[in-house]
């Protein structure tokens, strides 16, 4: 049937039309813009992932300009470091030069302390002038920022690294297991002819015979010859004299009991330092009174006439403190102890007193702030957050070394004191004290720069390359969901083209249908 009023053919012809034109515009769209998703309409699903990647692309790319940025601060603040290592090595030859006495005026003296003076003031300026972007990095802005350390029990803590974790602080808990011990022997005080534990006639702390003694330590070995008549105070007296050539001490047992004997120890506490006494030719009077404790008993507990207790020995060795920092088994090394867990990494130098007690109660201290934050990852939180600490190499900060010093017992100094008019000046001839503090502070120095290279070269550029390559995946992954396929998109142009140009046609014609009424009408 003609009717004229409804030209059905002409509305399926717009509607399909419609369509064909819809679609054309689509993939002129995608060719135009060389995306497939231009709206959230042409993938949904997709565009969720891919909105996703481009998010995590962003941060990606983010971490590798930030560990970038970090290996440039890094590698300035090593340079820096390595000038302070020339300069200490320069005073150190110069330390060594004046310490030949024999061959070395006053005067020259002088001009070394004048050029010692100069290159720590110089180490100070470096610490206090090293920058990156107006970021100090020697000064200890970069170092972390310690409460309630005690003196009594930590002469020194170095924090490496610690992780807060959204922790306002941190708090440190250090609690020996194990003492530190120096190396020690006893001369007993009751003297003997090869009997063990029978008095002579000579009676106690005296020596009956002329014998010599050789006595090494971890400085050296020297050997005593002592007459018939010597006291035991003598001998103590004449070990405290050769402490510095080595490296061991003497003192009675008792001040006031004599037949207690002496105790021959190292100056040092650790499993490296030792003590060795031994007879020299056929006197042989300590041959059987030369005694250490066995299994490192308490000093406390010494006996001479003990079996159980001690026994004949002519060497001993120390023990290097063990401890618990944070309930992780720290390593020890004479009376230093280090921890290094990903929550934190310690260097914590002990006082003797407390390293070398088993008490059961720890000593406590917090981390309050400070240190270096570097976010490395494409997510912040604390795994992908790396912390690194940065301590000051001023003059008197560096080398921390605990001395015997000339009025007895210790003290704890610093670089600083090797200055004119300190402790450790070439005027006052402390040449061993100021040796040990340069080859503390030299080794300071090469530790931080190893420390801050293994961080550069295990933790930065690792990660840079394995966020490279995160990258590249990434963007692979996104460009098939995103990026639009031209091959594909030209194929589907043509055929839309096509439809469009048979939807007009086809429209043209059903339009024109109805005009086939008027013939119709005659």
Do not use: C, W
């Not at 106690?204 to 007459?227: H, K, S, Y």
């Not at 402790?423 to 190893?450: P, Q, V």
């Amino acid at each position: 049937m003609a009717r004229i009023n409804t030209n059905i053919a002409s509305l399926i012809a717009q509607r399909n039309l419609a369509v064909a034109n819809a679609d054309l515009g689509v993939h002129l769209e995608r060719l135009a813009t060389g995306v497939r998703l231009n709206r959230g309409a042409d993938d949904p699903a997709g565009l969720i992932v891919s909105e996703r990647l481009r998010s995590e692309l962003k941060g990606l790319g983010q971490g590798v300009k930030n560990s970038e940025r970090a290996s440039s601060v890094i590698s300035t603040t090593e340079s820096s470091l390595a000038e302070a290592s020339d300069l200490l090595n320069s005073i150190k030859a110069l330390v060594v030069e004046a310490a030949n006495t024999g061959g070395f005026s006053d005067t020259e003296v002088e001009a070394n302390q004048r050029q010692i003076d100069s290159a720590i003031d110089s180490i100070s300026r470096i610490s206090n002038t090293a920058s990156f972007a107006d970021l100090k990095l020697l000064n200890g802005e970069l170092g972390y920022t310690l409460s309630g350390v005690s003196a009594p029990d930590i002469t020194k803590a170095t924090i490496n690294a610690a992780q807060f974790l959204n922790q306002p602080d941190i708090k440190v808990n250090v609690e020996v297991t194990q003492s530190a011990q120096q190396a020690q022997l006893f001369l007993r005080g009751d003297t003997n002819d090869n009997t063990v534990f029978t008095p002579s006639a000579a009676g106690p702390g005296i020596v009956p015979a002329t014998t010599t003694l050789r006595l090494a330590g971890p400085d050296g070995l020297q050997e005593l010859t002592f007459i018939s008549g010597t006291t035991y105070d003598q001998i103590v007296s004449a070990i405290k004299t050769l402490g510095a050539a080595t490296g061991i001490d003497a003192v009675r047992v008792s001040a006031t009991d004599i037949s207690s004997g002496i105790r021959i120890f190292s100056t040092q506490y650790g499993s490296k330092p030792f003590v060795s006494v031994e007879t020299v030719g056929a006197s042989g009077i300590f041959d059987q009174g030369v005694l250490r404790l066995k299994n490192d008993g308490d000093i406390a507990l010494y006996d001479p006439l003990n079996a159980a207790i001690v026994e004949p020995a002519s060497r001993d060795l120390g023990k290097d403190v063990v401890a618990l920092i944070n309930g992780a088994l720290g390593t020890g090394r004479g009376l230093t102890i280090s921890s290094k867990t990903p929550q934190l990494d310690v260097d914590l130098q002990l006082t003797s007193a407390f390293a070398s007690a088993v008490t059961g109660t720890p000593s406590s201290f917090r981390i309050t702030g400070g240190g270096s934050l570097y976010q490395l990852g494409p997510v912040v939180n604390a795994s992908q957050q790396v912390s690194v600490g940065v301590q000051s190499i001023a003059a008197s900060r560096l080398g921390g070394t605990l001395n015997t010093v000339p009025a007895g017992g210790t003290a704890f100094e610093f670089l600083s004191s090797l200055k004119s008019g300190g402790a450790n000046s070439l005027a006052g001839k402390g040449f061993i004290n100021a040796s040990r503090i340069i080859e503390t502070s030299i080794d300071e120095i090469y530790t931080l720069r190893g420390r801050l290279g293994a961080f550069e070269r295990n933790t930065l550029q690792t990660n840079v390359r394995s966020l490279q390559s995160a990258i590249e995946n990434v963007t692979s992954a996104s460009s098939k969901i995103r990026d639009a396929d031209f091959a594909a998109e030209t194929s589907a142009l043509s055929r839309a083209q096509i439809l469009t140009n048979a939807g007009t046609s086809v429209l043209a014609t059903a339009n024109a249908s109805s005009q086939t009424v008027l013939q119709l009408l005659g």
